[in-house]
């Protein structure tokens, strides 16, 4: 029987399967296909995280970023937000002393860079199809396609938004979809690699652009379901020509290399935990992407759970103990919340045309922009340090 058995290998069950697998415990991560091996050749992929510095440390501690830094990814000093052509709020590493405020990396290459730091006792299940879940006394179930029954006295759930695990567990959730949807497109841009990354809010939706290696950028596009349908339709040429009209100026020229699009939701689970099974990740809460805050939360999941295990493992205590995992819940539940709320009021007030809403985040930004001590606070809390 495994000591944990972890469903999902992206980056977050990477995270803790490569984590927890050094500190010496028997850990099995199923996962539904092979993960492939870094082609410097290859496209850059559609898929983008902004990853602040505590993901950075974490995954520098795991062995990844040496080979990330190696491979590609753009860091960036200057955040900032606008509404028009106004001037908005910027935040700058120099603010902070720091030499970079995060990274721009491809979540593909996250995952790769993860799985080549797998050690040779990590016991890997892959390709496989999950068939069902069943929980007991003293171990829970996870039945596949390929390997059968895999026993575990813990199983994680970090298998996504969807998670299978979950719904198999009967966890409910909260949430919504979004009036909108969002387009993301990978562009070639007439600059060379920038160190800022933007959003610029209109009252359909917010535009942003993230720096990408090389003279290339991620763009992201929100605006209501028939817009973005319409636009994802487009030929790349078309697509181009629609961007070129919509996006601020400071975009420069772009041609576009690909897109795609997806609606946006938000999604909480009731609970993190019931019995032997435990979500992290998009598995136990799916954010709006305004800030790019997704894959940051799952990681901060990763870390605090794996800390919590690797201490009761050190102990000897039940890995499934139901004060440790509420310990894990209760923590993470609250601060998922918490930034789930704040993006939600921040992308409502941001999409409303009402005069007076306006011209108070107008205000805001100009007030924010001068407050030293408190944008100094925000400005260490957006890239994860205290």
């Known amino acids: 029987m495994l000591d944990i058995l972890i469903v999902g290998g992206g980056m977050v069950g990477a995270s803790v399967a490569l984590k927890l697998s050094r500190a010496g415990l028997q850990v099995g991560l199923i996962e539904k296909q092979p993960v492939t091996v ?100 003293d171990y829970a179930s996870v039945t596949t396609a390929e390997f059968g029954e895999l026993k575990a006295k813990l199983v994680i759930a970090a298998d996504g938004g969807q998670s299978q695990l979950r719904q198999l567990a009967q966890i409910g959730v909260s949430g919504w ?13 007439e600059y060379e690699q920038q160190d800022i990354t933007w959003q610029q809010f209109n009252e359909s939706g917010p535009r942003a652009f993230l720096p990408l290696p090389g003279k290339q950028g991620s763009l992201v596009w929100y605006d209501h379901h028939h817009k973005i349908k319409q636009l994802a339709a487009l030929s790349k040429t078309a697509l181009a020509e629609q961007i070129q009209q919509a996006f601020p100026a400071k975009l420069g020229k772009i ?39 997704g894959v940051n939360l799952g990681f901060a999941d990763a870390m605090l759970l794996s800390e919590l295990l690797e201490q009761a493992f050190a102990q000897g205590q039940d890995l499934a103990d139901r004060t440790l995992l509420k310990q894990y819940q209760s923590t993470r539940q609250r601060e998922n919340a918490l930034m789930m709320s704040a993006m939600d009021l921040f992308y409502q007030s941001f999409s409303s045309s009402l005069p007076p809403v306006r011209f108070l985040r107008q205000l805001g930004l100009a007030v924010a922009e001068k407050a030293g001590p408190l944008k100094h606070w925000v400005s260490r809390y957006a890239v994860g340090i205290s």
Do not use: M
């Not at 909108?180 to 562009?187: N, P, R």
């Not at 699009?261 to 032997?276: I, M, N, T």
């Open 38 to 137: 870094y082609d410097p050749q290859s496209t850059v992929d559609l898929r983008v995280s902004a990853i602040n510095r505590r993901s950075e440390q974490w995954l520098t501690d795991l062995g990844a970023w040496s080979l990330l830094q190696q491979w590609r990814l753009c860091p960036y000093k200057r955040l900032q937000a606008f509404e028009g052509e106004q001037a908005g709020l910027t935040f700058h590493a120099d603010e902070v002393a720091l030499t970079h405020l995060g990274h721009i990396v491809e979540n593909n290459l996250i995952q790769q860079a993860l799985w080549a730091n797998f050690p040779a006792n990590l016991q890997l299940f892959c390709p496989a199809t999950v068939t069902g879940f069943e929980q007991h006394a």
């Open 177 to 189: 979809q979004y009036q909108q949807s969002c387009l993301v497109v990978t562009v070639n841009t």
């Open 255 to 293: 041609t576009v290399e690909q897109a795609a699009s997806f609606p946006l939701a938000r999604v909480h689970a009731k609970d993190y935990v019931k019995g032997r099974l435990v979500l992290v990740g998009d598995a136990a809460h799916s954010i709006n992407p305004l800030a790019g805050q």
